[in-house]
């Protein structure tokens, strides 16, 4: 049996992003593997540790940077890696075309990935992946069982919980608490070095959505501070929070 | 707490950019690993840093290890830093392939302390001291010894420790007391007190592995009687069993800083059953121990660096929000405060803390990286010289200068710098232990001038004092950096001429005299070899500046440039007064008698 992991290169979750020209300046900030997709990634190696799947191959698709976020992934255990080239302005719809075609050549039983991106937040690889495919998707697991060619899984759902089972194949994205991702160890990264890395161009498909810019949100206001006697501090506040922010009780 | 306590661009700066450093891969040593594994390596210890040790930083602080019941308790995170140091293979990273370790290089083991260290310098004493123990018994340990204690020290389950200390030898182990009688039976009775012994115990293990030096009964006084032993808490029985071995732990110190870490006092045969097992041959001990010295002493200045480093980002991160004044030129009271990073005062404190961070870690990784070349290059000799040269000052400029850079970062923050709410008092009082362990400033003093500068006819002095020139002849050739080469060619002249001046007063048998200032020569070497460092960054910087850099990266050259200019202004003339201090033949410190400071 085996799983498949996509993984997305984003922008550090702690670095500055400034923009220039209505654009992310990139230049000289740190790239991680999608803190969602590290998930995956974990999920995946612990189904290898658990002899449940035999192989984990992890999955990107992005410009040649990309191939870090693959480096990190198989130095945490995965197996082998594929990068697909593509222009990394690829649009959702055109970033899905590009890896359900990759990974309709690999025909994996279990495909993997984060529910959401940590950059650009919108959810929906994994959904068009399995769209694209035919295959049923669950997201936001939080537990697998894997057993007799089906995925039982444990999802949020709403402020609690839902199990669903699926026949494999499928999609099934994750969610932060699944797991807790490892480090990669010295051995783990001596080793990345030397596993097999296939790269191949991605399958031509034209975006769907143009970006017209990026904006940065609007600045923190500074605090008000009300200095006066307590009863009239009392008063300037409870009219502030009437009038001016309008918080209804 | 601050964002950040290490620049990553800064690292690749240095080890890619001033050092090469990626050379090193073409040696056969290396030849298993490349730009990208060392990129990896680094990026996940900046990973483990951030996550794992630097949110319990404060915490191990405030909550320090107790002393309960005979049993060091200290900070959960301690069992869970030991754990995954070990699983993840960073104990014995640099260890060869022989040894379950990854061959790194020693100039990448010492990045990896430097992110380690800044981010919690006391959780990294733990596994820091289990590689340097275990490292001994790799050196000079019997197979046997290997097989039983390596395994368990590098999966992190049990600690290792070096105890040299005792109540009446700290920096003359020559009296060392703690005796070792031979029961003929493949181990000896250890007896004696030890004392500053850094993680001598802890709950967070298993067991506790010291590397002690002892004496053996009948063996000569003075060091070339002191003997090395392995002495566990928990020793095997012939069963295989683990018993007690008669170490207890007598209580731990209460100390200024550097408190996430016990200290302990340590009592061995209280009850006559310690059992110390000989590692290598008798009456060796002080010179396997000296061995490792050279690691450790770049170990301090390593992790000296990386508390003034990590200072220097919380006091840059406060002075850049926290609004202040105005500028001198504003004369309306009522315009808008400005961040106090806008003051020059303010300005001239950060740049302190840069030129001596970053002049100190370059120094670190240009040391190493003589080690490095002298394991595994051409030229084995001439690098090993130049590095042991090198290593006093590679402790102390660090440890001594990093005081003040740390002190800087309190002044930077004004009140609240002397707050807990802010994390630079922290670092204030971690870095005042490293004058003071593996060697105090004074002893360093005493290495540099009584035995480097002279060792093999001056070979070592003479190499790094080419070096250093071949760096000026480098720079005259920059437009922008002649100037600053002829600071570097007048600083170098004096510093020879104060050398030959304490060199003939030793030929002369005055040694009182030529060592009685040694720790203000040392002081001086380190100003006039930080400055050669920062030479070295300038001229990568402006070769990089012609380059066609993006943004980011010219901000960040010209942030060099800036401080590299800092150093020759404010810190490099320092050379002209030490020499006046050192050419000055009124022995004051000799001449005044003990009894004149009784008033």
């Known amino acids: 049996m085996k799983v498949l992991v996509c993984v997305k290169q984003t922008f550090d979750t702690e670095a500055k992003i400034e923009l220039k020209d209505g654009k992310i300046a990139d230049a000289g900030i740190n790239l991680i593997i999608n803190p969602y997709d ?5 999920g995946g ?24 976020a693959i480096r990190t992934a198989l130095a945490m255990g995965a197996d082998r890696g594929i990068l697909i080239k593509q222009d990394t302005g690829a649009d959702e719809y055109a970033r899905a075309i590009a890896l359900a075609a ?65 026949v494999l194949p499928a999609v099934i994205s994750s969610q932060v608490s699944w797991n807790e991702p490892r480090y990669p160890s010295m051995k783990g990264i001596m080793q990345a070095k030397k596993k097999p890395v296939t790269t191949a161009d991605a399958a031509a498909a034209d975006n769907k959505v143009t970006i017209i810019e990026f904006a940065m949100p609007p600045a923190k206001q500074a605090g008000i501070k009300v200095e006066d006697d307590p009863e009239v501090c009392a008063a300037k506040l409870a009219d502030w929070m009437k009038n001016t922010v309008k918080i209804e009780v | 707490m601050a964002d950040k306590f290490v620049s990553k661009r800064n690292l690749k700066f240095l080890l890619y950019e001033v050092f090469g450093v990626d050379e090193l891969i073409e040696y056969e040593y290396f030849q298993d690993h490349s730009r990208e594994t060392f990129d990896m390596i680094i990026d996940t210890a900046i990973k483990i840093g951030t996550d794992l040790m630097y949110p319990v930083f404060q915490e191990m602080d405030a909550d320090p290890p107790q002393y309960m019941d005979g049993i060091v308790k200290t900070h959960p995170a301690v069992r869970t830093t030991m754990s995954e140091f070990g699983q993840g293979g960073w104990i014995n990273a640099n260890q060869s392939y022989e040894y379950g370790g990854q061959q790194i290089p020693t ?35 019997s197979q046997e010894q290997k097989d039983q204690y390596l395994e368990k020290m590098f999966s992190g389950h049990w600690q290792g420790t070096m105890a040299l200390t005792e109540p009446d030898a700290g920096s003359s182990l020559a009296d060392i007391r703690t005796s070792a009688e031979d029961t003929g039976l493949g181990y000896y009775k250890i007896k004696g007190t030890k004392i500053f012994i850094s993680a001598g115990d802890t709950d967070a293990v298993d067991n506790t592995i010291h590397m002690m030096l002892a004496r053996i009964k009948g063996a000569p006084a003075g060091v070339k009687g002191i003997s090395l032993f392995i002495v566990p808490k928990y020793r095997s029985n012939k069963n295989g069993e683990s018993e007690f071995n008669d170490l207890t732990c007598a209580g731990i110190e209460h100390k200024l800083g550097y408190k996430g870490s016990p200290i302990c006092q340590l009592a061995m045969g209280e009850n006559g059953d310690c059992h110390g097992y000989l590692v290598g041959e008798p009456n060796k001990g002080l010179s396997y121990m000296f061995h490792m010295m050279n690691e450790k002493r770049v170990a301090v200045g390593i992790g000296a660096a990386a508390k003034a480093t990590a200072a220097y980002y919380a006091a840059l991160e406060y002075a850049q929000q926290r609004l202040q004044g105005r500028k001198v030129s504003e004369k309306d009271p009522l315009s808008a405060q400005i961040p106090i990073i806008e003051h020059a005062d303010v300005k001239r404190m950060l740049l302190f803390q840069r030129a001596v961070c970053e002049g100190s870690l ?15 290059g051409e030229e084995a000799e001439k690098y090993d010289l130049m590095s042991d040269l090198l290593i006093p000052i590679v402790k102390t400029y660090p440890s001594e200068m990093g005081i003040l850079s740390t002190s800087s970062a309190i002044q930077c923050l004004g009140g609240y710098g002397f707050c807990r709410d802010f994390p630079v008092e922290q670092y204030y009082r971690d870095i005042r232990i490293d004058t003071l362990h593996e ?40 437009p922008d950096l002649k100037e600053y080469a002829a600071k570097l060619t007048k600083a170098l002249d004096v510093f020879k001429e104060v050398t030959d001046c304490l060199l003939e007063l030793k030929q002369q048998g005055d040694l009182e005299k030529f060592e009685a200032d040694a720790a203000i020569y040392l002081e001086m070497a380190g100003v006039l070899v930080v400055a050669w460092q920062w030479l070295m960054q300038a001229i990568t910087a402006a070769k990089a500046l012609t380059s066609g850099v993006s943004e980011s990266d010219t901000n960040f050259y010209h942030g060099k440039l800036y401080t590299f200019k800092y150093y020759y202004k404010y810190e490099l003339p320092k050379i002209e007064g030490l020499a006046a201090v ?18």
């Not at chain 1, 658990?50 to 940077?65: C, F």
């Open chain 1, 45 to 68: 190696i612990q189904l290898k540790e658990k002899k449940v799947v035999d192989e984990v191959v992890v999955l990107s698709a992005g410009s040649d940077k990309a191939m870090d």
């Open chain 2, 107 to 141: 100039v990448i083991q010492n990045v990896l302390q430097f992110i380690f260290c800044a981010a919690n310098y006391s959780l990294n004493a733990y596994p820091g001291l289990t590689r340097g123990a275990a490292n001994l018994i790799v050196h000079f340990g």
């Open chain 2, 439 to 478: 060697g105090t400033t004074g002893i360093q003093a005493k290495d540099l001038l009584g035995r480097k500068v002279t060792m093999k006819g001056g070979k070592a002095y003479q190499l790094v004092i080419e070096e250093i020139s071949i760096t000026i002849g480098q720079a005259e050739v920059i």
């Open chain 2, 362 to 376: 370059s120094l670190a990784i240009q040391a190493a990286k003589y080690l490095d070349l002298a394991s595994v």
């Open chain 2, 582 to 599: 050192l050419k000055n033949s009124d022995a004051i410190t000799i001449k005044m008698n003990p009894e004149l400071f009784l008033d």
């Open chain 1, 102 to 166: 990759a990974i309709k050549e690999e025909n994996p039983d279990i495909i993997l990935a984060g529910h959401v991106a940590a950059d650009d937040g919108s959810s929906q690889v994994p959904t068009r992946i399995a769209e694209i495919l035919g295959l049923p998707h669950i997201n936001v697991i939080t537990e697998i069982e894997v057993a007799d060619g089906k995925a039982t899984c444990t999802c949020e759902a709403d402020g609690g919980t839902l199990v669903a089972e699926v």
């Open chain 1, 38 to 42: 590290e998930v995956a990634v974990e």
